[in-house]
Nanobody
Framework: QVQLVESGGGLVQPGGSLRLSCVASSVIFGYYTMAWYRQAPGKQRELVAQVTTGGSTGYGDSVKGRFTVSRDNVKNTIYLEMNRLEPEDTAVYFC????????????WGQGTQVTVSS
């Protein structure tokens, strides 16, 4: 049973920082592109950041320069360092694992709430 467990969400003031973590179990972690998505109330889920099996990273336009994604293949964990948070960053953040080889399996975590408010 593949599990992705996110942690690190919470309430933070505008301009503050948070660090999210996602631990993957029961997967060969190195075979997966890992990503963070988010979904705000009434909006579609959107890609925030991803890191490939080779370590290449990509970011959504709204978070470039503020967020940093990284992975630790020994700990089967990815991280999302979020700085200069804005109220518009308020959302549920989901961890995603997408297999880079056939059969290209795809898994989601349960999500962690991030609220940016004064």
């Amino acid at each position: 049973q593949v599990q992705l467990v996110e942690s690190g969400g919470g309430l933070v003031q505008p301009g503050g920082s948070l660090r999210l973590s996602c631990v993957a179990s029961s997967v060969i972690f190195g075979y997966y592109t890992m990503a963070w998505y988010r979904q705000a109330p009434g909006k579609q889920r959107e890609l925030v950041a991803q890191v490939t099996t080779g370590g290449s990273t990509g970011y959504g336009d709204s978070v470039k320069g503020r967020f940093t994604v990284s992975r630790d293949n020994v700990k089967n964990t990815i991280y999302l360092e979020m700085n200069r948070l804005e109220p518009e960053d308020t959302a549920v953040y989901f961890c995603n694992a997408r297999e880079a080889i056939i059969p290209f399996r795809n898994y989601w975590g349960q999500g962690t709430q991030v609220t940016v408010s004064s």
